[in-house]
C-alpha cells in the first residue's frame, strides 16, 4: 500500500512564529487594558478579544489542518483580521488622546521592528511594558501587530500553495484509494 499518509499531522502550534507573536500581543494587550483604560470601558472587552482571537484562530486553524485545508486557511485569515482590527483600536486610541503614532521609518519603530525579529517571548516584552507609557505601550504593540499579521499573510500564501499541490481530504482521500487499488492490482473502473 501506498506510503503517503491520509491524515496529515500538523506540527506543534507552540513552535508557529506567528503564534508565537500573537501571544505576545495578547499579553501586552490584556497589560495595556487593564493598566490604562478605565474599569467598564467596552474598549477593554473589544481589545482583549481581538488579540484573544488573533492567537486562538491560529491555534483552532493548525488543529483543524489535519482534515480540513480550507478550515485552516479560513481560520488563519480569521486570526489575521481579528490582529488588524485590533490594530485599528490601538491607532484610535494614540488619536483621540493626542498621543503620537511613530512613523513607519521613525528610529522607535525600526528598532522595535528589528527587536520583534529578535525576541519572541512575551516575558520580554512586559519586563519593558512595566516601565514605559501608554504611547509607547501601545506603538511596540503596534509594531508586533504588523510584524505578526505580515507573517501571516506569508503562512497564508504557503497554505495556498501546498493547497494547489496536495489538495483537500477528498482529493488525498480519493487519490490513496486509487493507489491502493493499483497495488493490489483491483479494477479501477
Known sequence: MSGKPLLKGRGDYHNLLTFQKATVVYDLTYFFCEKYLRKGDRT????????????????????????????????????????EELLIDYEDYLRTRQLRQWAKDSKEAVYMRDLGRRETGSAFYLEI??????????????????????????????????FLQEGGLRERMTRIRLEARREQGTHIP
Open 44 to 83: 477593554i472587552d473589544q481589545m482583549v478579544q481581538a488579540a484573544r482571537s488573533g492567537k486562538q484562530n491560529i491555534v483552532e486553524g493548525n488543529g483543524a489542518a489535519t482534515t480540513s485545508k480550507e478550515t485552516e486557511i479560513k481560520l488563519t485569515n480569521v486570526a489575521k483580521a481579528s490582529l
Open 129 to 162: 511594558a512595566k516601565t514605559r507609557s501608554d504611547e509607547v505601550i501601545a506603538n511596540m504593540t503596534i509594531c508586533l501587530i504588523h510584524q505578526t499579521t505580515y507573517l501571516l499573510r506569508k503562512q497564508l500564501e504557503h497554505l495556498g500553495e501546498l
